[in-house]
């Protein structure tokens, strides 16, 4: 992942202000208020000055595909995490879909890579 350096701090968003080269990664699901993956991801880009903020969006399950297609299109929207209720939904949605994604039919985790959404489920043993 190549990420920029930049020096503003703003401990609200990991220490870092978002700039147009902030890497950008999320967690979906409805709700997600309880999601404690952005306080954990945002501390670690802070302490390694990376130019990256973590957001948790919470998506209406009707507006699943939407989300992805609005991913596709933004390339600074790296990928990040689908909680429930979205895990079927978000396989629908890839572009590939791994070994493990394919057997269970379901994603938890995505890369955007230049447009194409690669899903993965790393959940479980």
Do not use: W
Not at 64 to 83: A, I, K, S, W
């Amino acid at each position: 992942m190549s990420v920029g350096n930049n020096e503003a701090r703003n401990s609200n968003v990991g220490g870092l202000l978002p700039s147009g080269t902030t890497d950008v990664f999320a967690i979906i699901g409805h709700p997600v208020a309880q999601v404690q993956s952005p306080t954990l991801y945002n501390n670690h880009f802070a302490d390694t000055s990376l130019d990256a903020v973590f957001v948790a969006f919470d998506i209406e399950p009707d507006n699943v595909p939407d989300y992805f297609r609005m991913m596709r299109g933004t390339e600074n929207l790296r990928g990040g995490f689908v909680t429930v209720p979205h895990k079927q939904a978000a396989a629908q949605c890839m572009d590939e879909l791994t070994e493990r994604a394919q057997a269970l039919n379901a994603v938890n985790a995505v890369k955007n890579d230049k447009g194409r959404l690669i899903g993965d489920m790393t959940d479980g043993p």
